[in-house]
Structure formats: C-alpha cells, structure tokens
C-alpha cells in the first residue's frame, strides 16, 4: 500500500513560483512512475507531469511545459513539483499518484494511491 501526502500550496500573485511536495510511503512509490494532477473546480482532474522512479524520464502537459518542473530526491522518497510564472489558470487543488512503471497513458484513471491534495491558488 502506498500512501502520499501532498503540501506546499498556497495563495500567490501571477508571476510567482511555489514549490510543491509530495512525500510516499510504501515500496511501490520507490518502483512506480508518479504523478501530479490537478483539477479546478467544474473541471475534470487533468494530467499536469510525471516522473519515473530515478528520474531520468519525466512527461508534460502543454499548458505547463516550461515552466513547471518534476524531480525526485536522491532518497526518492519526496517528488517535487517546481512551479514558475503562476498565472490564474493554474489555481487548482493539485494531487499526486502513482501507476505502474510501464504507465504510458496520462488520464488519472491509471493512476491510484492519490493524496489529499493542496490547494494552490493565483490571484492578484
């Protein structure tokens, strides 16, 4: 069983940068593939990156290619996800879950083990 906890959300001015975190517990988080996804309200939970389990392959979506960036700790215990250039249409409540390694679509419905979620929120 894998269990995640996400944190590092908050309210921020457009143009900002905030840094999320996502701490796993479980054998599986070491092996498996982890994402972060996102859902605003009166919206479907919408892919945003995801890592594989050293690092070295990671995927985006478009709306946040180049300015977001997912890494691991060398521990590989906490994924980050680095947030820059926040503008409005990235308030959402992000969350982080796992697939298995071989995982290659990005829909949240591969995806298990979600966290809480924190919520991120960009206004001026």
């Known amino acids: 069983q894998v269990q995640l906890v996400e944190s590092g959300g908050g309210l921020v001015h457009p143009g900002d940068s905030l840094r999320l975190s996502c701490a796993g517990a479980?054998?599986?988080?070491?092996?498996?593939?982890v994402g972060w996804f996102r859902q605003a309200p009166g919206n479907e939970r919408e892919f945003v990156a995801r890592?594989?389990?050293?690092?070295?392959?990671?995927m985006y979506a478009d709306s946040v290619k180049g300015r977001f960036t997912i890494s691991r700790d060398k521990v590989g215990n906490t994924v980050y996800l680095q947030m820059n250039r926040l503008n409005a249409e990235d308030t959402a409540v992000y969350y982080c879950?796992?697939?298995?390694?071989?995982?290659?679509?990005?829909?949240?419905?591969?995806?298990?083990?979600w966290g809480q979620g924190t919520q991120v929120t960009v206004s001026s």
């Open positions: 890592i594989n389990w050293d690092g070295t392959s990671t």
């Open positions: 479980g054998r599986a988080f070491y092996t498996d593939l």
């Open positions: 879950a796992t697939a298995p390694y071989y995982t290659t679509s990005p829909m949240a419905d591969h995806y298990a083990n």
